[in-house]
Structure formats: C-alpha cells, structure tokens
C-alpha cells in the first residue's frame, strides 16, 4: 500500500498535476492540505475518474484539507476533539481531517504558520500542537495496535538539518524552540518520522519558496512529514520527496511525501 501527503497550494490550480501525479506513482491513499476550495469548488469528479474516494473539508480560500482513497474511504471526521479555533469568536478552520483508508486511520493535517514569534498566531499555533498531542496520546491509549498515520504540512523544521540554512532561521518560526518540543511531544507520544530514515542525505526538503530561486538554489525546508503509531511504523517498508514534482510551470511550493506500507 502506497500513501502519501502533499500541501498542493490550491487544488484547482494543481488538479491536472495532481491527478497525473497519481496516475504516475499509483497512490492508494492521499492526504491533501491548503486545498483553498469550499465543499462546492472541490474537483470531485476528477478524482473519482481514477477511482479514488474523497473525503473533503474546506470553508473559504483558506486552508482546506481532504483524503482521497482507492481502497475504501470511512470513519470520516472532520476536525480532533479538542482542537482549537482562530478569531474573534474563535472558530474551528478546515486543518484536519482524518479517515480509514484500506485499514489505516489517515488524518491530513495542516498546522497552522505560526506567521512571526511574536504573533499571536504562534499560541495558537502551539495550542493547536498541544491539542492534536493530547489526541493523538489517547488514540494509542484506547488501542495500542491502532494504524494512523499523521500526514500533512506540520509548519515545523524539527532539527537543524531540515532547513538550508540555521542561521537564516534565527529569531524566525518554524524552527524555534517551542515549535520544535511541540512537533517532539508528538514523537514521544508514540508516532515515528517514517520517512527520515529513508531520505536522511543533507538538502532532502519538501518546501521551496517561490521567492528568490529558492528552489533552483536548494534553499529549502523539510516541514511535511508524515509520523506513524508503533503498529503502523512496522509495516513502512519505504519512503520518498519527489523533488521532481516541484519543478516546472505552475509547481506547488511543496513536494509530495510517499509512504510504502507491507501488507
């Protein structure tokens, strides 16, 4: 079983570079994050063209979540118990969305940015953090056999060796101390980077901003990651960034993450 994840940075830009993306690597199961689409902008049908299943959560041209499948879609739940809302009265956003696909509980997660230190969207960011560690501690607790993959664009560079450079970093988010422990919360809890121990060689990132030849140049960050239960961590038998899809006119800014599960 092959599943993956991918920030697609609109889907209704991207749909004809998604769609001959799975066509090409055969994916059974997806995560997809910043869709930027409502329920009724969703490219449906496009999908379902190849068989896939689709699960979707999107409110505005704002962040956006969905799980596609070709080997069952069930279980869908929009949003953790828990998770925290942004604004003024705070509302829940469309970051997670999780689903059982061919016997792995998926969630397709998008961490919120975080934005500068001193915003007030990085409390929330690590309150959001906090919650999804509080959830995903009590999925192992009621059963420690559970198969859930956490996939999607953590907004978070965990360790020094996943951004180009460390002193750029400095003083900036997705690399500071408190987001690290957060994304590090999540890890002791129980869920493993399955894909680290694949693609491990210095410069392997899955984000290049569209600014300033970030890509060309290699000046990257690896912030999608897909962590797994004890259960499922056993079964990855293989992991891979295709870099390759980041090229080219009308590129996402992020690469898809693939994951190679045994029967």
Not at 88 to 96: K, Q, Y
Request: charged share 25%; aromatic share 10%; net charge negative.
């Amino acid at each position: 079983m092959r599943i993956a994840t991918w920030n697609v940075n609109s889907i209704r830009s991207r749909i004809d570079r998604v769609t001959a993306w799975l066509e090409r690597n055969e994916v059974d199961a997806i995560a997809l994050q910043e869709t930027k689409a409502r329920e009724d902008q969703f490219p449906f049908d496009r999908f379902e063209a190849l068989g896939y299943e689709v699960a979707h959560h999107g409110l505005s041209q704002w962040n956006g979540v969905a799980v596609a499948s070709r080997v069952g879609l069930s279980d869908v739940q929009v949003g953790f118990d828990g998770m925290p809302g942004w604004g003024e009265p705070a509302a829940a956003e469309a970051r997670a969305l999780g689903a059982v696909c061919g016997g792995v509980r998926l969630w397709s997660l998008y961490i919120p940015n975080g934005r500068a230190l001193e915003d007030p969207h990085l409390t929330y960011k690590l309150e959001w953090l906090a919650a999804l560690e509080r959830a995903a501690s009590g999925w192992l607790a009621d059963d420690p056999a559970a198969q859930i993959a956490l996939m999607g664009d953590w907004n978070i560079a965990p360790t020094d060796a996943d951004v180009w450079s460390v002193a750029y970093y400095e003083g900036r988010t997705h690399t500071s101390p408190a987001e690290r422990a957060a994304f590090a919360a999540v890890v002791d809890a129980g869920y493993s980077d399955v894909v680290r121990p694949h693609t491990s060689e210095p410069g392997t990132f899955t984000y290049w901003d569209y600014t300033q030849l970030r890509f060309p140049k290699r000046q990257g960050m690896r912030i999608d990651f897909a962590l797994c239960s004890p259960a499922l961590a056993e079964r990855v038998v293989g992991a891979a960034i295709d870099r390759e899809e980041r090229k080219g006119k009308g590129a996402s800014d992020h690469a898809p993450v693939v994951v190679e599960i045994a029967d």
